[in-house]
């Protein structure tokens, strides 16, 4: 039985020769054509943003993710809600930071694991870092910073809806 979720996903800019490519993924993975609706991004120039929100499998966020992760001149996030057998996600990606994963509880906050605080607070502790970068860090500040210009520019942005064909 396959065990369903939503969520949404949020190109904060992509070159226009991506586009393209972008959709082909999304749909491979959710498998449906996808053909999603371009707007220019005005944080940065020759830049396009979109957003969809879609439905299918637990798990097609991370496979999305997967799937576009390494792509140069693009930025995205995409979430998944959580089922009665998994957690919610969220993946943020930029070229210059890679790929940040959170896992989201049921109200839209990020938990932290318990080993992953310890060992913050141990870090911290032996005077490697700060407990508030090491906080920064697990909260995914750095990816925040980065995306949150892409994130204002496209406020007023349509929203489409997608499902996966099971």
């Given at each position: 039985m396959t065990v369903m979720t939503r969520g949404v996903f949020y190109?904060?800019?992509?070159?226009?020769?991506?586009?393209?490519?972008?959709?082909w993924a999304i749909g491979g993975v959710l498998g449906v054509a996808v053909n999603l609706?371009?707007?220019?991004?005005?944080?940065?120039?020759?830049?396009?943003?979109?957003?969809?929100?879609?439905?299918?499998?637990?798990?097609?966020?991370?496979?999305?993710?997967?799937?576009?992760?390494?792509?140069?001149?693009?930025?995205?996030?995409i979430t998944?809600?959580?089922?009665?057998?998994?957690e919610g996600s969220r993946y943020s990606y930029t070229p210059e930071l890679g790929?940040?994963?959170?896992?989201i509880g049921l109200h839209g906050d990020i938990m932290i694991p318990e080993e992953r605080l310890k060992t913050a607070v141990v870090r911290a502790a032996?005077?490697?870092?700060?407990?508030?970068?090491?906080?920064?860090?697990?909260?995914?500040?750095?990816?925040?910073?980065?995306?949150?210009?892409?994130?204002?520019?496209g406020d007023g942005a349509p929203v489409r809806w997608l499902h996966q064909v099971v």
């Open positions: 190109v904060h800019s992509a070159p226009s020769a991506l586009c393209p490519h972008v959709e609706t371009w707007s220019p991004q005005p944080a940065a120039s020759g830049a396009y943003r979109t957003e969809l929100s879609w439905q299918g499998a637990a798990g097609a966020a991370a496979t999305i993710a997967s799937a576009l992760r390494g792509w140069n001149h693009l930025r995205f996030e998944e809600e959580p089922t009665p057998g998994s790929i940040f994963h959170a896992v032996l005077g490697e870092t700060t407990l508030e970068l090491e906080i920064d860090k697990l909260l995914g500040r750095r990816w925040d910073d980065e995306l949150e210009t892409f994130r204002y520019a």
